[in-house]
């Protein structure tokens, strides 16, 4: 049994169990709608103010370059620490300044907080979700699927948990944010490593034994929402709900239990009674031919390894390998196709956020209850993470059956979510229950698609770097449509208002806008803007769809069968011993 325990604490699949919980704390950065009329009104900020610290928020939960580097010579568990400190750190700067614990902060300090608190998302991402899809390469859509489905998921498991323990205060739902994320990532420090690879025939259906549980856990929230948007529910009921919510979250350590013990099992049989059948059978089946042909592959690869060490990184970043192969940093940074990904997210990423980031005064500007602004962030929560899981897990299936390109599926995300834009902008009645639905999915539906297709076309060598690189272009564009779009609209007709009403106040707390007009012109804005992504975004899915229609993980499977062959190797030899062994005591 000890050998057992230890076979399931140190296995790839409680790493991924850990990695899931982990990501089930980590999506802060969505909440700022429920707890942002607390700070508007606290400090006295206007709507513009506001959104710059919005968009500091998502600087610092998107600029990870230098995470990405410091990944690439650190352990995963150095990654998550620092994320922790800056998570606790800069949430609890902010629950002080909000509840007046500390003397008012200027503006830059509030930025600088948030930031901070943000940017430990971008180290939970990189400790933890790239190391493991590292450790499940043939697997990596339906893996950033899962993982990033929990990012989008963790918004409500928060709401669930500060509604049972705080009741309708927002306040301390920010030093809730605070301290949980920063305690699990503590607790599973040692967990989250990368491991070397083997083959699993079975790999992809126990990841989808993990997606099974948490499309019961976002379905059983749903349900809890509409349950609350329709009677209301006690504080007591929400503990209720809360517990059957924790049990769901813990459920796949039952998965992990019952998969470890089976390669255990796996494992002890094959060293007590050691069979080499298979393996010789596997061998006797490849043919010399083939073998020439791997003995030329290596060559080839060690001559081009001779070259790159050669040749200055400065001198080759315009001259890169082949779609799939491993680019050097500086030649994944002034690719045509990191370029456009690039303007596509900024189009696209930009416009979702400046959707959720306003939803607390979007609501307030339609005349809806301040518990519907909730029901709304719930919501995008849930819809963000059915998007995350759909698009990866979807995008694998179609991408290995149909050779469906990625790029594709991105570019008919970016369409669908002008939808949700067109809904806020004309205010349909109830229009904005739809519209959280509508861009929460489109939200987390492009993250699973943009890191995938990063991985693909760049290689997974310094994937930690560009992955986060390719998070960057997310604030460019919070900041162009949040503040200098719906920020400065929004406190122009504030303005007119007010001025109209006779009341010249530029107290932020007076600064209210109230009806259509407030976000209409911004949101047939970013409409356009996004538009003009999808129009971008067509041009890499023509660029790169004979790369789509190739068999883009051929090598994957090559190094996990190399892997597997040296792993079999001292079992054919224990195997040989045993064989002499038994020989010696027949001729004896």
Request: hydrophobic share 45%; net charge neutral; glycine share 8%.
């Amino acid at each position: 049994m000890k050998g057992l325990a230890i076979q399931i604490l140190t296995g790839r699949w409680f790493m991924f169990f850990a990695s899931i919980l982990i990501m089930s704390t980590a999506g802060a950065t969505y909440m700022f709608g429920i707890y942002s009329d607390d700070i508007k009104r606290t400090l006295g900020y206007d709507q513009t103010t506001l959104n710059l610290i919005s968009f500091f928020k998502d600087l610092g939960a998107n600029v990870g370059v230098l995470t990405g580097l410091l990944n690439e010579v650190t352990p995963p568990w150095f990654i998550l620490l620092i994320g922790a400190i800056l998570n606790f750190f800069g949430y609890f700067m902010i629950w002080l300044a909000v509840t007046k614990r500390i003397s008012k902060p200027q503006v830059w300090h509030m930025c600088l907080y948030i930031c901070v608190g943000a940017n430990s998302l971008v180290f939970a991402n990189t400790g933890s979700v790239v190391t493991c899809v590292k450790n499940f390469p043939e697997s990596r859509g339906v893996v950033l699927g899962i993982l990033k489905g929990y990012i989008g998921l963790s918004g409500a498991i928060i709401t669930q948990l500060y509604h049972a323990f705080y009741g309708e205060d927002t306040k301390e739902l920010i030093l809730m944010i605070g301290w949980l994320p920063a305690v699990v990532s503590f607790a599973f420090l040692r967990t989250i490593r990368i491991m070397k690879v083997t083959r699993q025939t079975n790999e992809l259906k126990v990841l989808y034994n993990f997606l099974y549980i948490s499309l019961g856990l976002a379905t059983f929230l749903m349900v809890v929402i509409i349950i609350n948007k329709l009677s209301g529910f006690t504080q007591s009921e929400f503990g209720g709900s809360v517990a059957v919510m924790l049990v769901l979250l813990l459920l796949p350590i039952i998965v992990v239990v019952l998969e470890e013990k089976k390669l255990w099992t796996e494992k002890q049989v094959a060293l007590n009674n050691p069979s080499p059948v298979n393996i010789v059978t596997e061998e006797s089946s490849i043919d010399s031919s083939e073998i020439k042909d791997e003995e030329s592959d290596k060559e080839k690869e060690e001559e081009e390894r001779e070259r790159v060490k050669t040749a200055s990184c400065w001198t080759t970043m315009f001259n890169p390998p082949e779609r799939g192969d491993d680019y050097t940093i500086l030649q994944a940074l002034f690719s045509i196709d990191m370029l456009i990904l690039f303007l596509a997210t900024i189009c696209g990423v930009g416009g979702t956020l400046t959707a959720i980031d306003n939803l607390g005064q979007i609501g307030s500007s339609f005349g809806y209850p301040k518990r519907s602004v909730s029901t709304f962030v719930s919501l995008v929560s849930i819809w963000n993470y059915y998007g995350r899981v759909v698009s990866g897990v979807v995008s694998e299936i179609f991408l290995i059956k149909y050779k469906f390109p990625r790029p594709l599926m991105l570019t008919m995300v970016l369409l669908l979510s002008c939808a949700g834009y067109l809904l806020i902008a004309f205010n349909v009645p109830g229009g904005l229950y739809l519209a959280s639905v509508i861009i929460g999915f489109c939200c987390g539906a492009q993250w699973p698609l943009l890191l995938a297709i990063i991985s693909e076309i760049f290689g997974l060598k310094y994937y930690a770097t560009l992955y986060n690189f390719g998070a960057v272009a997310t604030p460019i564009g919070s900041y162009l449509l949040k503040v200098w779009v719906a920020g400065y609209l929004y406190d122009v007709e504030a303005n007119k208002q007010n001025k109209a009403s006779g009341n010249t106040s530029r107290d932020g707390e007076d600064l209210n806008c109230i009806g259509t007009s407030c976000f209409k012109l911004s949101f047939i804005i970013i409409t356009a803007i996004t538009l003009f992504g999808v129009l971008v975004s067509m041009v890499l899915v023509v660029r790169t769809k004979k790369f789509y229609k190739s068999d883009i993980k051929k090598k994957f499977r090559e190094k996990a069968r190399a892997a597997e062959m040296e792993m079999a190797a001292p079992v054919r030899a224990r195997s040989t011993t045993a064989e002499e062994d038994k020989d010696d005591v027949k001729a004896n």
